[in-house]
C-alpha cells in the first residue's frame, strides 16, 4: 500500500521536476536559435528559411511577434520564482523585451542588410505582451 502511494506521488511530481529542468534548457536553445537569426540576417547572406519567410506576406511581422513571445514565455517560465515586475512585465518578460530593443537599435551598425523598423519593434512589444498578459493568466489560475 505504502509502496503503491508513493510511486503515486513520484508519478505526480517527476513531470513538474522535469519541466523545471527541461524549462530553461529550451529557453537557452530558443535564444540561440534567435541570435542565429539575427547573425545570418547581419551578414546578408542568403538563407532558405529566412527568404522563405521574408516571401509571405507580413511574416516578418509574424516572425518577430511569435519569436520574441516564445523567448519571452520561455525566459519567464525559467525565472518564475522572480515575482517582480518591471514595465508592467514579469521580470523574464521584461529581459526578453530590453533583448529585443538592443537588437532592434543595433540594426543602425548594419544599414546594407538591416533596417530599424518601427513595424518590427511593435510586433516584439506584441508577442512580449501577449507571453505577460498568458503568463498572468495561469498564475492566477494556480493561486485560484
Not at 546578408?44 to 519571452?72: E, M
Request: with cysteine.
Amino acid at each position: 500500500m505504502q509502496r503503491a502511494a508513493a510511486r503515486k506521488t513520484l508519478q505526480k511530481n517527476i513531470p513538474m521536476f522535469i519541466s523545471i529542468r527541461v524549462v530553461p534548457v529550451f529557453a537557452i536553445l530558443f535564444f540561440i536559435f534567435i541570435l542565429w537569426i539575427i547573425v545570418v540576417s547581419d551578414s546578408g547572406t542568403p538563407n532558405f528559411f529566412i527568404d522563405g519567410v521574408r516571401n509571405i506576406p507580413y511574416g516578418d511581422k509574424f516572425g518577430h511577434l511569435s519569436l520574441y513571445g516564445v523567448l519571452a514565455m520561455l525566459v519567464n517560465l525559467s525565472l518564475k520564482s522572480q515575482q517582480r515586475k518591471y514595465f508592467g512585465l514579469p521580470f523574464g518578460c521584461a529581459l526578453v523585451l530590453l533583448f529585443a530593443l538592443v537588437e532592434e537599435l543595433t540594426q543602425a551598425f548594419f544599414p546594407s542588410t538591416r533596417t530599424l523598423d518601427i513595424g518590427d519593434v511593435f510586433a516584439d512589444f506584441m508577442g512580449i505582451y501577449f507571453a505577460a498578459w498568458v503568463s498572468d493568466r495561469f498564475s492566477r489560475r494556480k493561486h485560484t
